[in-house]
């Protein structure tokens, strides 16, 4: 059945749990999917690509995009800012493809006000005792940094009654086939086919 809008997946979890890992698994085999690409005034990590990973921007630009209403949303997560650029999601939306943003709660909350239909999956590890392991092998941030995510993530998870969906990355590939589960069932909402339905019959 032909559905001219995409659907807005947002996924969020606490850093470490696997959610980049799931999105970049769940894009080889579902090439209807668009990574909404944001931009941080975070600090590359080494292998990290500007426009790729990021738009790694000056904190005075991420200030004069906010002031332009160009960010769908936006939040400060462990002190940089972090945003979602809004054309990219609504032209792509409009075009039918389906557009993933991997954000934190509080973007999420921001999103849920202001898209009704979009599907809100969290991502949450086995254990605490695996998160930090994960956090620590990663190699990627500071001892300090380690320890603001580590810190952040339990009160992150208690936040998981805000969304609609809980995938525990303990198999990746089970994981990644929890997400597109979740995908194809949404698909199927009569809510989203309803229009489509009334036109045919
Ligand atoms: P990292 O620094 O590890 O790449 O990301 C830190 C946190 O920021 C993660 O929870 C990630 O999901 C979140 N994040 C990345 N991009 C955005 C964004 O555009 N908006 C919001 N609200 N959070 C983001």
């Known amino acids: 059945m032909y559905m001219a809008r995409g659907l807005l997946l947002v996924i969020s979890g606490p850093s470490g749990a696997g959610k980049g890992t799931i999105c970049k698994k769940l894009l080889e085999t579902n090439p209807q999917i668009r990574v909404s690409v944001s931009a941080t005034t975070r600090k590359p990590r080494t292998g990290e690509v500007d426009g790729v990973n990021y738009f790694f921007i000056e904190k005075e630009k991420f200030e004069d995009m906010l002031e332009l209403d160009e960010f769908l949303e936006y939040a400060k997560v462990y002190d940089n800012y972090y945003g979602t650029p809004k054309n990219y999601v609504l032209e792509n939306l409009k075009n039918g493809n389906d557009v993933l943003l991997e954000i934190d709660i509080e973007g999420a909350l921001q999103i849920k006000e202001k898209f009704k239909g979009g599907v809100f999956i969290f991502i949450l590890p086995p254990s605490m005792e695996e998160l930090r392991n994960r956090i620590v092998g990663r190699g990627t941030e500071t001892e300090e940094d380690i320890k603001k995510r580590f810190g952040s993530a339990l009160d992150e998870i208690k936040q998981v ?11 990746l590939t089970r994981a990644k086939e929890d997400v597109e589960a979740i995908i194809r069932a949404e698909r199927c909402k009569v809510m989203r086919v309803y229009e489509e339905i009334q036109s045919r019959f």
């Open 161 to 171: 009654i805000k969304y609609d969906y809980a995938v525990v990355n303990d198999d």
